[in-house]
């Protein structure tokens, strides 16, 4: 199976039928599939936005007590790199402590999302202030005043 056979089986069927025409603009808001990049991880000028991203998906496939076992294949289709690369992301994230990885021989590491500070540490006055600017351009349909 090509890589593109195997990446169009994580995509969900295309609509026969879309709301808008192709090429019209579109509230992606309303979209329920995707990934959520937490505002702290995204902030994060530590890591590669494809760790950033690797997170994202992470988090998205974890069981209820924060631990996924998707294989490197798997997590290396979901973000569009090789397997080498979704570890050297994992690796990035061990080291800033947002992850831990339990390898086991012969299987997939068990991956499990770590409660980190960032998480908790109250918000600058700046990051809200960029906040109620991006709030204020999805209120006001992007347009910046």
């Given at each position: ?21 192709y090429?019209?603009?579109?509230n ?5 599939s ?12 530590r ?11 992470i ?40 992850l ?37 351009l ?8």
């Open positions: 199976m090509s890589q593109l056979q195997q990446v169009s089986t994580l995509l969900p069927p295309a609509a026969s039928n879309p709301p808008v025409p090429g019209e603009p579109f992606y808001s309303k979209i329920s995707g990934v959520l990049i937490p505002y702290v991880i995204a902030r994060d000028s890591l590669l936005p494809g760790a950033r991203l690797l997170f994202a998906v988090r998205q496939k974890t069981f209820g007590d924060g631990r996924c076992l998707v294989s490197d294949a798997k997590l290396a289709l979901a973000i569009g790199m090789k397997e080498r690369v979704v570890r050297k992301y994992c690796t990035q994230l061990v080291k800033l402590h947002y831990k990885q339990t390898h086991r021989h012969g299987q997939t590491p068990i991956r499990e999302l770590l409660s980190h500070p960032a998480f908790f540490a109250p918000m600058t006055s700046a990051d809200r202030h960029e906040l109620e600017e991006q709030l204020l999805e209120e006001t349909g992007g347009s910046a005043a």
